[in-house]
């Protein structure tokens, strides 16, 4: 994924607790967007693949993602499209996808 390096730092830098970063965590980051708090909800939505309620890096980076293609005038997916879903978290799609 186009700027993971980027979206690692970011996220490192926001002090993850066991390598994930909590909501109340990312929140300024996302904020900062100023996209509505609505698109925001659902980009983090599709960016929590495990549905913990929390991002690692690997979603953190897709939320990053995200949050750049609605900036750049694209519309967000009604499902997160599979080769959007990080290797490591391809299980909690289900066997589907």
């Not at 929140?27 to 690692?56: C, E, F, Y």
């Not at 519309?75 to 990080?86: H, S």
């Amino acid at each position: 994924m186009k700027d993971k390096a980027k979206y690692d730092e970011i996220f490192y830098g926001l002090a993850p607790d066991g390598g994930k970063l909590s909501g109340r965590r990312a929140k300024g980051w996302m904020v900062a967007s100023n996209l509505p708090s609505s698109v925001l909800g659902r980009i983090w939505q599709l960016s929590d693949v495990d549905r913990d309620g929390m991002l690692d890096h690997e979603e953190f980076a897709l939320a990053g993602h995200l949050i750049g293609a609605k900036l750049e005038g694209r519309g967000l997916p009604a499902d997160l499209p599979p080769r959007l879903v990080p290797p490591s978290k391809r299980r909690h799609k289900g066997s589907a996808e």
